[in-house]
T-cell receptor, first 115, second 110 residues
Framework: DADVTQTPRNRITKTGKRIMLECSQTKGHDRMYWYRQDPGLGLRLIYYSFDVKDINKGEISDGYSVSRQAQAKFSLSLESAIPNQTALYFC??????????????FGPGTRLTVL | KQEVTQIPAALSVPEGENLVLNCSFTDSAIYNLQWFRQDPGKGLTSLLLIQSSQREQTSGRLNASLDKSSGRSTLYIAASQPGDSATYLCAVSGNTPLVFGKGTRLSVIA
């Protein structure tokens, strides 16, 4: 089984709909991250969480919210999806006791299309 | 604000050639630099991580160097193979988690 899993893997939705993307990990890591990837723009950080009680905004948090339900679960929500949120979304994890110096491990991604 | 640039954006080489991918960053106050590989439609796989106190890291045919003072890193791939074809991403970690470059798309032609 994969260490970092994302559900769903693909999703097509309509403008205005609420969408939740889920991430779970079996690596035992404290830190979890959500990124989006757009052609020509690379990967950009949306939110990150250093433990269950810690949530931080990233570079592009507007229009998104997150929930850290447990150490192993980190969900990303689009309260009212819009077409420019069409992108590939990645979840990642890393250890917490090594500062910001540790490798991040990525999930397989969720391809979201907002019509 | 940290900015990461990768040159070239795309590269096509014949099999067996040695090649260098370049990465530059604007703020030298980093904790580490990572090189990732991404296959089309797939997630990212970490290739090498260089701590800020290190100068280079090696893994098999891959060698990554870091010159923190000049804000540069290179990824050297020896004896390239068609299986090396992918997009290679550079990312730096500083006061915030990873900031990524836009990647170099590598094609190795058999």
């Amino acid at each position: 089984d994969a260490d970092v899993t994302q559900t769903p893997r693909n999703r097509i939705t309509k403008t205005g709909k609420r969408i939740m993307l889920e991430c779970s990990q079996t690596k035992g890591h404290d830190r979890m991250y959500w990124y989006r990837q757009d052609p020509g723009l690379g990967l950009r950080l949306i939110y990150y969480s250093f433990d269950v009680k810690d949530i931080n905004k990233g570079e592009i948090s507007d229009g998104y919210s997150v929930s850290r339900q447990a150490q192993a679960k980190f969900s990303l929500s689009l309260e009212s999806a819009i077409p420019n949120q069409t992108a590939l979304y990645f979840c990642a994890t890393s250890y917490g006791d090594r500062g910001l110096t540790d490798t991040q491990y990525f999930g397989p991604g969720t391809r979201l299309t907002v019509l | 604000k940290q900015e990461v640039t990768q040159i070239p954006a795309a590269l096509s080489v014949p099999e067996g050639e040695n090649l260098v991918l370049n990465c530059s960053f604007t703020d030298s106050a980093i904790y580490n630099l990572q090189w990732f590989r991404q296959d089309p439609g797939k997630g990212l796989t970490s290739l090498l991580l260089i701590q800020s106190s290190q100068r280079e890291q090696t893994s098999g045919r891959l060698n990554a160097s870091l010159d923190k003072s000049s804000g540069r890193s290179t990824l050297y791939i020896a004896a390239s193979q068609p299986g090396d074809s992918a997009t290679y991403l550079c990312a730096v970690s500083g006061n915030t988690p990873l900031v990524f470059g836009k990647g170099t798309r590598l094609s190795v032609i058999a």
